[in-house]
DNA sequence: AAAGCGAGCAACCGCTTCTAC
DNA sequence: CGTAGAAGCGGTTGCTCGCTT
């Protein structure tokens, strides 16, 4: 099969993101969603691939991600599931909200692995068969996902939502530093620079404008239907010159694009 | 103070899977 | 059913920064 190739290598841009190109796509991706990655860069004004576009939004600016340093149910919950699941780090990812696949494997990579080197897990699922389709995350895994939710490893006495259970019971971080409670009851770090500058950025355009939740533009749009944005203005049908909110225009209207200048990414 | 080194992390790359036609 | 395009995933790379010498 043909692929096409996932970067044009003519004026793309590579390598660490700068904060300009963040806002932009913060400031696209907040007021459009991810309604195909690969035109997103044109219609933001990034010259980025969209493959670059969505690790950096998924890995970085999305809303509510959880950044700084793990917390031992974390931790102990990241050793059972790999246990059980092997190198499927978006799997992990998804019992541990807030903590994106890649951090979660970083994090194994730099810290994990080394402490329990001396067992070597045999997962359940490895990468012996790729093409075993419960290996995957997909939107047809139920059977796969009921098994899993039934699991004994993680259907266990220890919740793998640390949401809720990092509030009920706190757990002692690994490390000493302070945390915080966002909007949605996650832990952060103090460190994390762009969390909480996001949250407040958040609180600060719902103290200008009412309950950020509620507007449906500002919402996660991750988890909004691009049906229910597309229709209100579809990118798509402008040439990039004639799209009219480009970069900053885009949340000019709400205050927000000034906001996110101040933020200190 | 400067150089070397290693850990941590952001980002890239290539592959698989999904989905629309 | 086959094909092409898009999305998602995991392995890997390479940069940055802090620590040590």
Redesign the pocket.
């Known amino acids: 099969?043909?692929?096409?190739?996932?970067?044009d290598k003519s004026g793309l841009?590579?390598?660490?993101?700068t904060p300009e190109e963040?806002r932009k796509l913060s400031a696209y991706v907040t007021r459009y969603g991810?309604?195909?990655?690969?035109?997103?860069p044109k219609y933001a004004g990034l010259a980025?691939?969209?493959?670059?576009c969505?690790?950096?939004w998924?890995?970085?600016l999305r809303p509510n991600i959880k950044?700084?340093?793990y917390s031992k149910e974390e931790e102990e919950t990241i050793i059972r599931l790999h246990e059980s699941?092997?190198?499927?780090?978006?799997?992990?990812?998804?019992q541990l909200p807030g903590r994106?696949?890649?951090?979660i494997?970083?994090?194994w990579?730099?810290?994990l692995k080394?402490r329990f080197k001396h067992k070597p897990s045999v997962p359940k699922n490895g990468?012996d068969n790729?093409?075993?389709?419960i290996?995957?995350?997909?939107?047809?895994?139920t059977e796969f996902e009921t098994k899993l939710n039934n699991h004994p490893l993680i259907n266990s006495t220890t919740p793998p939502l640390i949401l809720e259970s990092s509030l009920s019971s706190p757990q002692p971080a690994t490390s000493d530093q302070n945390s915080s409670i966002t909007t949605d009851n996650t832990i952060v770090s103090s460190k994390d620079s762009v969390h909480t500058n996001n949250k407040a950025l958040l609180e600060a355009y719902e103290a200008n404008s009412g309950n950020f939740w509620t507007e449906p533009f500002f919402s996660d749009s991750c988890y909004m239907s691009s049906d229910l944005l597309l229709p209100m203005m579809d990118p798509a049908r402008y040439e990039a010159h004639e799209f009219p909110f480009l970069d900053g225009e885009i949340l000019c209207p709400f205050g927000f694009y000034d906001q996110l200048q101040g933020l200190n990414f």
């Open positions: 099969m043909v692929r096409t190739p996932c970067c841009r590579k390598g660490t993101w963040d991810c309604w195909n990655w690969r035109q997103l980025r691939c969209g493959k670059s969505r690790l950096r998924m890995n970085y950044r700084g340093n699941l092997g190198n499927r780090w978006s799997a992990i990812a998804a994106t696949d890649n951090e494997k970083n994090h990579h730099t810290t080394k990468k790729p093409r075993d389709p290996k995957r995350g997909t939107s047809k895994e």
